[in-house]
C-alpha cells in the first residue's frame, strides 16, 4: 500500500455517511471523488486536499500543509498535509471541511 492505513481510516470516518462519494486508485494512492471531482485523497507523503484557489493561503498558514507539487509545478487550490499535520485531528477537519466546501460548489463531470 502506497499510502498510510490509518490516513485512509480518518479520511473514511470524517466522510462516512455521505452517499454520493466515491473512491478512485489515483496519484499512487486513493482519492475520494464527490460527482466526478476530486475532493482529497490518501498519498505517500501525506493528505492531499482540493481546497481552492481562494482558500490556498489560508490553508498553507496551517501548521505542517505546504503547497502540492513541485518548484514552478504548483498545482493551484490543492494543498499537501504531511504526516504531523494529518495526525492533528483540528488541521485534518480544517483541512476536510473546506475541501468539502470548495468541491460541492464545482458542477458536477459527465462520466
Known sequence: MAWDPELERHIRAALDG??????????????????????????????????????????????????????????GGWVLAGEDAWRDGDVRQRLLSTAMAHVMALPPKQP
Do not use: Q, S, T
Open 18 to 75: 455521505l452517499p454520493w462519494l466515491g473512491e478512485k486508485r489515483m496519484f499512487g494512492g486513493l482519492a475520494w471523488m464527490v460527482e466526478g471531482n476530486m475532493l482529497c485523497a490518501a498519498i505517500k507523503p501525506g493528505l492531499m486536499a482540493r481546497v481552492g484557489k481562494a482558500a490556498e493561503a489560508e490553508m498553507l498558514a496551517l501548521p505542517g500543509v505546504g503547497p502540492m507539487g513541485a518548484g514552478a509545478r504548483r498545482m
